[in-house]
């Protein structure tokens, strides 16, 4: 029997807790109470094993390195608070090179030599679309946090998700109105010649010309391209604006030699903070872009109204006001980007959660549960802001960032609604089957 302070034998002597619980778990013919069943079930229970398909080399190995960051400390906050479903969550980390092919088999690898349970958090659209179909034949869900509108589109398959980050598609008819009204009406885009470049390169244009504009030239460039000053040419005379979305190691020479180009005199700007992560605004030669705007999904460096949440996440993570590794300025963070970690694990612990999953044997379930959800506040999970989720083309929708540099940072001027980015729907996976 007990009392609200301690343990005692049938005898009413006092038994230390230990003792108890060693007591009870031994005694077989007593019964023993539900609550301690739970916590000894807790205690013993294999961890959730998440693959996490990172871009440790390659050309996104600034983002994996800021990826991975992101998710230790997510996973770390929803460990100390519980786990999910009583299991802590474990991450499995596999290097896919930033390359399509090495994607496919590190899915495979997940699936078939760690067991683990999902793959998560790849970023570049090219290893998503190779490796997308990997997930889809071996029936593990894949959780991407990409960006691109390969998911979105439906050219993916039921097993991949995007719930955490928005896509292009959404983003650029966010921004499209802003750009003609502020920045030119006359637009030359540069993009990487690839799947993400593409989705810019095939939705900005009919949204600028909704907003008044029209885009005079759109000018691919290799994302392996360590030099760019032959491709300026193409640039119209008439250009009023430059759109740059331009990835890799190379974008600080990119813009540099952009500056050189054309000097004090040359269009507007208005680019993809893409051009710029993990990249320090105040780099030499980078005086060029003073007074230009970026898209941000998630502001680099910390905004007057910033909320509880999103202070609390950007302490989790570690980085300062400025966006770089507390306690290394050198060390500037994918902040526009990594958010979308934080929050894509906290939508597979609500699904989980829905879904009672217990296992592998509990994957399709885990779709149809994340399939099933809808919305998700602004708070701890959704640092970024609030989300709409559409579950028939297993996309997210929220709010998007235009800042301005000025002063050597970035300041959020233009913060977009959820609805400005919505589009209709061009695919159904809830149609396939799981």
């Known amino acids: 029997m007990t009392d609200r302070k301690g343990f005692f034998d049938l005898s009413g002597n006092r038994l230390s807790r230990r003792t108890a619980l060693k007591g009870l778990a031994a005694g077989a013919g007593l019964a023993v109470a539900p609550g301690f069943v739970r916590y000894a079930q807790a205690q013993s229970s294999e961890p959730i094993r998440i693959g996490f398909q990172a871009h440790r080399t390659g050309i996104g190995a600034a983002y994996g390195r800021w990826y991975e960051r992101t998710t230790n400390a997510a996973v770390k906050a929803i460990n100390d608070a519980g786990g999910i479903n009583g299991r802590p969550i474990e991450i499995i980390v596999e290097d896919d ?18 067991k683990t349970d999902i793959v998560y958090g790849t970023l570049f659209s090219h290893v998503v679309i190779a490796s997308a179909p990997t997930a889809g034949e071996l029936k593990i869900p894949y959780y991407v946090v990409s960006e691109g509108y390969h998911v979105a589109s439906g050219k993916m398959n039921r097993w991949c998700l995007q719930p955490g980050i928005t896509d292009v598609r959404a ?6 109105p802003w750009i003609a009204a502020n920045a030119g009406k006359k637009v030359t885009m540069i993009f990487p010649d690839y799947a993400f470049g593409y989705d810019h390169r095939d939705y900005l244009p009919p949204a600028i010309e909704k907003a008044g504009g029209k885009v005079v030239a759109q000018i691919a460039i290799p994302p392996t391209e360590s030099s760019f000053t032959k491709y300026f040419p193409q640039i119209p005379a008439e250009t009023e604006v430059i759109y740059h979305v331009m990835v890799g190691p190379a974008v600080l020479t ?31 030669g980078l005086e060029y872009l003073d007074g230009s705007h ?6 680099r460096y910390a905004q007057a109204g910033d909320s509880e949440a999103e202070k609390a996440y950007r302490a989790a993570v570690g980085i300062d006001d400025n966006g770089a590794a507390v306690g290394d300025a050198k060390d500037v963070s994918t902040a526009a980007h990594m958010f979308g970690c934080w929050e894509t694990l906290y939508v597979i612990k609500k699904a989980m959660e829905d879904a009672s999953y217990k296992g592998p044997q509990d994957r399709a379930k885990l779709v149809e549960a994340t399939e099933a959800l809808t919305e998700f506040a602004e708070g701890p999970e959704h640092p970024q802001g609030k989300k709409v989720f559409n579950g028939k083309i297993h996309q997210v929708f929220g709010s998007q960032n235009i800042s301005k540099l000025e002063g050597g940072k970035l300041n959020v001027v233009h913060k977009t609604t959820i609805e400005d980015g919505l589009y209709e729907p061009e695919a159904d996976y809830t149609t396939q089957p799981l």
Do not use: C, M
């Not at 496919?104 to 030599?113: D, S």
């Not at 983003?171 to 499209?176: F, G, N, P």
């Open 97 to 114: 090179g930033t390359d399509a092919a090495r994607g496919a088999e590190v899915v495979a690898k997940f699936a078939n030599q760690h």
């Open 171 to 176: 983003q650029v008819t966010s921004v499209a």
């Open 254 to 284: 990119f813009v540099k030699e952009l500056g050189d180009f054309y000097g004090s005199n040359g269009p507007k700007l208005f680019g993809f903070i893409d051009s710029l992560e993990a990249v320090d605004i105040n780099s030499p």
């Open 294 to 299: 970026f898209w941000e999904g998630s502001p």
